[in-house]
């Protein structure tokens, strides 16, 4: 669609837009012009958005300005019923955040949501993510992943054991000032030695990614972190009286199918279930053999 155009029905259209996570040079040519083309712009951080337009050289609105309103989590429930009015007025909205997708542990989930029920047309200009980046950066298996936002204050303990079976790898928010504890945490609930990266200042000039085990960066971690931080845990294995012979076999031939040779996707089986290599090898064998045999 064209930024700034109207939606079906004469509505207007919720455009949800990425905003570059640290770095000015990843914001896509399609938000600044985004920026410069819609007249009603809501912002997580009317003052952050000004600064982000004035360094990409961008005029908010263009020739005719926009008008700016502040969206976030205080106001996110009226502020959502103004802006329906606006859209349902036929006027574009373009949301924002200080950096990111919006609706992903930021506002715009509840707007995006109520024109989905209203018939009003929502769109995206994707962006980055901390969520993604984080993600693939942590070395960590990307194919299944969850994300669970900030981890609650209080009640973490039992927050974290009813996660401690989650087989996909997951990914966090943290404050700097709370990852410390909240490592411990993790390592008291998901095993001191189960893999996990901290990611901290994506994209800018400090980036820094930790691997190691939770226990290891929780010792890390408590002689203090700065910066936006992303934990990244991997997911809990299988318990190999748990894997039976029907899901052993599934799994190899899964890997076959994306092209994985037999021998590597028997040695990567066993390894992520625990079970040991040569009863995977035995059993994919021995079935290999008795359909020969027939």
């Known amino acids: 669609?064209?930024?700034?155009?109207?939606?079906?029905?004469?509505?207007?259209?919720?455009?949800?837009?990425?905003?570059?996570?640290?770095?000015?040079?990843?914001?896509?040519?399609?938000?600044?012009?985004?920026?410069?083309?819609?007249?009603?712009?809501?912002?997580?951080?009317?003052?952050?958005?000004r600064q982000f337009a004035s360094r990409a050289n961008v005029r908010l609105g263009g020739a005719e300005g926009a008008r700016v309103v502040s969206y976030y989590d205080a106001n996110e429930s009226r502020r959502t019923d103004e802006l329906l009015a606006d859209l349902r007025g036929g006027r574009d909205v373009l949301v924002v955040t200080d950096a990111g997708m919006p609706g992903v542990s930021d506002p715009g989930y509840r707007l995006a949501a109520a024109c989905g029920e209203e018939g009003i047309p929502v769109t995206a200009i994707p962006g980055p993510s901390a969520v993604t980046t984080a993600l693939v950066v942590s070395g960590l298996p990307t194919d299944r992943f969850c994300f669970e936002g900030f981890p609650p204050r209080k009640g973490l303990s039992g927050y974290l054991a009813d996660l401690s079976a989650e087989r996909r790898t997951m990914v966090f928010f943290e404050s700097p000032h709370r990852v410390a504890a909240t490592l411990e945490a993790m390592a008291g609930a998901f095993g001191a030695d189960r893999r996990a990266a901290v990611c901290r200042e994506l994209t800018k000039t400090y980036e820094e990614v930790r691997r190691g085990g939770l226990a290891e960066l929780a010792e890390w971690a408590s002689g203090g972190v700065r910066g936006e931080v992303s934990v990244v845990v991997e997911g809990a294995r299988r318990r190999p009286e748990e894997t039976g012979d029907a899901d052993l076999l599934a799994a190899v031939s899964e890997l076959e199918e994306e092209g994985v040779r037999r021998k590597e996707a028997i040695t990567r089986v066993a390894k992520e279930t625990g079970v040991p290599k040569r009863r995977v090898y035995d059993l994919v064998h021995g079935v290999v053999a008795a359909e020969q045999a027939d």
């Open 1 to 49: 669609m064209v930024e700034g155009g109207v939606g079906a029905r004469g509505t207007g259209t919720l455009t949800l837009a990425g905003v570059p996570i640290g770095n000015l040079e990843d914001a896509p040519p399609r938000l600044l012009r985004a920026l410069e083309a819609f007249r009603v712009i809501a912002a997580e951080d009317t003052r952050r958005l």
